[in-house]
């Protein structure tokens, strides 16, 4: 998280909505660990990573659609089996539970 937190600054600063989504639990093997986090302002700016590529568009699809939103918090999920994995060109599946807020200040 203390990696986004200049983004974060810096986005508020200048007015911005911003939502946070963090990785809560992997099932099977994942990119990054449960902590792993990523910012998203309002207009689409991105700091961090909660899977290193894979579904880092659908997070932020999802981020965005909360601050356009009613702004609640949700649990979400992404992944792969393995054979849909290797079918898209990655080593093996896993599944990221992500928690995905509006900051509030």
Do not use: Q
């Amino acid at each position: 998280m203390k990696d986004i937190l200049d983004d974060i600054d810096r986005w508020r600063a200048a007015g911005k909505r911003v939502a946070v989504a963090r990785v809560v639990n992997i099932e099977g093997s994942g990119p990054r660990d449960p902590g792993a986090a990523m910012a998203v302002s309002e207009d689409g700016e991105v700091a961090g990573s909660v899977s290193g590529g894979c579904v880092e568009g659908a997070v932020v699809g999802e981020a965005l659609g909360i601050l356009n939103g009613d702004g609640t918090p949700r649990l979400v999920r992404f992944g792969y089996s393995d054979d849909e994995a290797f079918a898209v060109g990655l080593t093996c599946g896993g599944i990221i539970h992500l928690f995905i807020e509006p900051m509030v200040w």
